[in-house]
């Protein structure tokens, strides 16, 4: 006689139960040989809910996919390409200290410089205008060849009288320099 296409209640059990044992042995011959069930992927970009930039992290395969890839937000990893990353991530951090060292070169320079800024004053030495921080960029680029952004020099107000005075220049983030500008009367 033909099986009837129905099933009872034990039989669904029966069959959860199995599926169940195949999945639990499906996963111990993924562990058993060494492969892994979820895929790794190395991130290309900050991802906000993942990580930063060259991390590898562990995603689901339609994550990855479906929204990783096609956005260009990571890339899969392998072998060649975590070697790559780590020495992307290497040379990154290499440049950064050179960076941090060139800013410390410079501090110093900045350090040791006195800027002579002549404007064109009245008898009580007051300007015919005001030296401003371009003016103060202007100079430092004119005499140690060092290309400051105008906002990177802090002053409170535009010089407005001659003499002397100490200028904070931020060189590169946390590295900063005081200057020593003279405003002195143009003939």
Known sequence: ??????????????????????????????????????PQAILLKDVESLGERGAVV?????????????????????????QAAQR??????QAKREAEERAQESATLLGRTVLTIPQQAGEDGRLFGSVTAQDIADAIRDA??????????HLADPLR????????VEVADGVTAAV????????
Do not use: F, H
């Open 161 to 168: 009288q001659t003499g002397t005075y100490m200028v904070d």
């Open 1 to 38: 006689m033909r099986e009837s296409w129905r099933c009872s209640p034990t039989s669904l059990k029966a069959a959860g139960s199995a599926a169940v044992a195949t999945g639990i042995a499906i996963a111990a011959t993924a562990t058993a040989t060494g492969s892994r069930a979820v």
């Open 88 to 93: 992307r991530r290497e040379a990154a951090e």
């Open 58 to 82: 562990d995603v689901s395969a339609g994550y990855l996919r479906n929204y990783l890839l096609p956005r260009r937000l990571a890339e899969a990893a392998t072998a060649g390409s975590i």
């Open 144 to 153: 140690r060849g060092i290309r400051i952004d105008r906002r990177k020099i």
């Open 180 to 187: 020593k500008t003279m405003v002195v009367p143009a003939n």
